[in-house]
Nanobody
Framework: QVQLVESGGGLVQAGGSLSVSCAASGSIFSIHAMGWYRQAPGKKRELVAAITSGGSTNYADSVKGRFTISRDNAKNTVYLQMNSLKPEDTAVYYC?????????????????WGQGTQVTVSS
């Protein structure tokens, strides 16, 4: 019903910048919050940043001042700009979207995850 396609990421030296994006498509009635999570090897998946439909944002303390989340509601796309990257930012980054789907006469809520994109920061 809903597909998420992530792009961006890659390999960068410490101090560099990367960006990732995630485009949602399918039978979407509306999109509420959108977010980015990451999971490093041997660690739990953690929230990096999130943005509401109204544009309010919140960030993990570890990325505040370095990462910026944004969204284009017309394109159903969320972005994450990552600056001043550190080796500890190395992880697989996943987007997550909180959507509403029309099922007959009912609107239902659902969460979808992207396939993940690797971000590697070398020291």
């Amino acid at each position: 019903q809903v597909q998420l396609v992530e792009s961006g990421g890659g390999l960068v030296q410490a101090g560099g910048s990367l960006s990732v994006s995630c485009a949602a498509s399918g039978s979407i009635f509306s999109i509420h919050a959108m977010g980015w999570y990451r999971q490093a090897p041997g660690k739990k998946r953690e929230l990096v940043a999130a943005i509401t439909s109204g544009g309010s944002t919140n960030y993990a303390d570890s990325v505040k001042g370095r990462f910026t989340i944004s969204r284009d509601n017309a394109k159903n796309t969320v972005y994450l700009q990552m600056n001043s990257l550190k080796p500890e930012d190395t992880a697989v980054y996943y987007c997550e979207v909180d959507v509403r789907l029309r099922e007959g006469r009912t609107i239902v809520a659902a969460d979808y995850w992207g396939q993940g994109t690797q971000v590697t920061v070398s020291s």
